[in-house]
């Protein structure tokens, strides 16, 4: 009997975590951390297959060339926030620097919103759009 009471409690304990759904930003944090290591690398392949959905990988690749003319360096990320519209869409918004090769902001401070759907292949990207870096998120 006892032990039968100890089995329920801890079903009675675990249900209510258990029931509750992952956050978004547990769940689509690591795609914006690949979306960054892949920008920071020019991998427009592996953007295109991994990161968007129906992305336009020569239009990625023409983007990277224009930034490696220009001295693009890597990402300084300072934020990232998600919110989610219902299961299956949300919204991650990146506040982040463009830096040089050598040093130095490329563009001052920045700001990008992605819009986010939720697939069999898990979260992907399917639209993005620069903001103003003052923009709130909101879904």
């Known amino acids: 009997m006892k032990r039968l009471a100890v089995f329920v409690l801890a079903v009675l304990v675990a249900a209510p975590a258990l029931a509750q759904p992952a956050s978004i930003e547990a769940e ?51 934020a990232t926030e998600f919110c989610a519209s219902d299961a299956t869409h949300g919204k991650a918004l990146l506040k982040y620097g463009r830096i040089f090769a050598y040093g130095g902001l490329m563009d001052g401070d920045e700001a990008k919103v992605f819009n986010l759907v939720k697939g069999d292949a898990g979260w992907r990207v399917a639209s993005e759009s620069n903001v103003a870096y003052a923009t709130a998120l909101s879904c």
Not at 38 to 45: K, L
Not at 47 to 63: F, R
């Open 28 to 78: 689509a944090k690591p795609l914006i951390e690949q979306w960054i290591a892949g920008f920071n690398r020019s991998d427009a392949a592996g953007l295109a297959k991994n990161v968007y959905v129906g992305a336009d990988e020569a239009a990625l690749a023409k983007t990277f060339a224009q930034l490696r003319d220009d001295s693009f360096g890597k990402l300084d990320i300072y």
